[in-house]
């Protein structure tokens, strides 16, 4: 089974950065959709950032010209590199792909566990 692992979670005061991390245990990245997504108590998960097979990116409107997401598929990580970090970005951030598991186009969604970003003074 395959397995995300997310890293580069912490502490941090508005205005600085972070780089995030997602790992996966499988050769699984090339050819699949991936993005990064954000959950806050009381709250419904939200996109952050998709990048395609392909490598066009998408961003909420929240983070458009702050954050940045990339992918190294010969390495199986993604990366959010997030900047100019603002109180309202603390949340649990998720890694996700969407694996294509046949000719006909079936997929199958995959979850790291979250990593904690807190952003305050």
């Known amino acids: 089974q395959v397995q995300l692992v997310e890293s580069g979670g912490g502490l941090v005061q508005p205005g600085g950065s972070l780089r995030l991390s997602c790992a996966a245990s499988?050769?699984?990245?090339?050819?699949?959709?991936m993005g990064w997504y954000r959950q806050v108590p009381g709250k419904q998960r939200e996109l952050v950032a998709s990048?395609?097979?392909?490598?066009?990116?998408n961003y909420a409107d929240s983070v458009k010209g702050r954050f940045t997401i990339s992918r190294d598929d010969a390495k199986n990580t993604m990366y959010l590199q997030m900047n100019t970090l603002k109180p309202e970005d603390t949340a649990v951030y998720y890694c996700?792909?969407?694996?294509?598991?046949?000719?006909?186009?079936?997929?199958?969604?995959?979850w790291g566990q979250g990593t904690q970003v807190t952003v305050s003074s």
């Open positions: 990048i395609t097979s392909g490598g066009s990116t």
């Open positions: 499988g050769r699984i990245f090339s050819g699949n959709a």
């Open positions: 996700h792909v969407k694996r294509v598991v046949n000719v006909e186009g079936a997929t199958i969604d995959y």
